[in-house]
């Protein structure tokens, strides 16, 4: 079956720093990817998402590719700040080909904190 | 703007006990989702309704059940709590299954603790 894999966190860092957190999938079909981020104590939030490759989905500085030959969409931001802070997920919908009916397959989660 | 709204924000119950949980969202949305969240393991997905009048089970269905009220409601029934339901629970909408572009709008969650 399809399934996410992020890379595992806590990851913490300055105000300012590069950003990188790891996704890879699975999937058979045509899947559209999309990044989650979840503050505390509230729901998840669409970041940003792809839904061919070689698309790139932005939002808010952050940027990730969708990258078929190595099946990964890893999430980047060139300068984090404080309010950025929170866990976020990486998940795939099957889309042309596979079994689409709105189901997301989501990855594990990755918390980031940025001290100031 | 209320989008997703979920009651109650938390819950303790006893082992054996039943509760139901209320999701109710004003997008006109025709597809709702139950998910719960438990630590190193993302979401997973309960039940889901792709439509009105519609329930099918998703990956861990065991242990719960779902009705579709209307348009707007979709509920998550317990009918004998187990500490393995300690999680926090999501609903989420979209406004069509099958649909990738389109995304999942979340409620804030329920923490639930059964003891």
């Known amino acids: 079956g399809d399934s996410v894999t992020q890379m595992e966190g806590p990851v913490t860092l300055s105000e300012e720093a590069f950003l990188t957190i790891n996704c890879t999938y699975t999937?058979?079909?045509?899947?559209?990817l999309f990044w989650y981020v979840q503050y505390p104590g509230e729901g998840l939030q669409l970041l940003l998402k792809a839904t061919k490759a070689d698309d790139k989905g932005s939002n808010k500085g952050f940027e990730a590719t969708y990258r078929k030959e190595t099946t990964s969409f890893h999430l980047e931001k060139g300068s984090v700040q404080v309010s950025d802070s929170a866990v976020y997920f990486c998940a795939l919908s099957e889309g042309r080909g596979g079994t689409s009916y709105g189901k997301l397959t989501f990855g594990q989660g990755t918390i980031l904190t940025v001290h100031p | 703007n209320a989008g997703v709204t979920q009651t109650p924000k938390f819950q303790v119950l006893k082992t054996g006990q039943s509760m139901t949980l209320q999701c109710a969202q004003d997008?006109?949305?025709?597809?709702m989702y139950w998910y719960r969240q438990d630590p190193g393991m993302g979401l997973r997905l309960i039940y889901y309704s792709a439509s009105e009048g519609t329930t099918d089970k998703g990956e861990v269905p065991n242990g719960y059940n779902v009705s579709r009220l209307n348009k707007r409601e979709f509920s998550l029934r317990l009918e004998s709590a187990a500490p393995s339901q300690t999680s926090v629970y999501f609903c989420?909408?979209?406004?069509?299954?099958?649909?990738?572009?389109?995304?999942?709008?979340f409620g804030n969650g329920t923490r639930l603790t059964v003891t």
């Open positions: 999937a058979t079909g045509y899947p559209s």
């Open positions: 997008m006109n949305h025709n597809s």
């Open positions: 989420a909408s979209r406004r069509l299954a099958g649909t990738v572009e389109s995304p999942l709008h």
